[in-house]
């Protein structure tokens, strides 16, 4: 199963977090299938994140699942956190 999460990287005192799509059995630091976005919980007020909606909504569709941080920041990102096959805005 994929599972959207977020990856630590930076130094120490100094986090800096990927969000990436990977699967369950891996570690937490372990190898991403893609990076999908970015979180800096250090940055000013509105640079704090940032990510990819078509990659995300992608995965999502394909059933991926959104750790409860990601889920999160997924919503004040304004994207649709929920998974499974998103219908088309357009008229599906």
């Known amino acids: 199963m994929?599972?959207?999460?977020?990856?630590?990287m930076g130094r120490t005192h100094a986090p800096f977090y990927r969000i990436c799509a990977m699967d369950r059995r891996c570690p937490p630091d372990g190898r991403s299938l893609e990076d999908i976005g970015w979180y800096n919980p250090q940055a000013k007020e509105g640079q704090q994140y940032s990510a990819k909606a078509d990659r995300v909504a992608y995965w999502?569709?394909?059933?991926?699942?959104p750790?409860?941080?990601?889920?999160?920041?997924?919503r004040k990102m304004d994207i649709d956190p929920t998974p499974g096959r998103k219908l088309e805005a357009a008229g599906e």
């Open 67 to 74: 750790s409860q941080t990601v889920r999160d920041l997924f």
């Open 60 to 65: 999502l569709s394909v059933g991926a699942q």
């Open 2 to 8: 994929v599972v959207l999460r977020l990856k630590r």
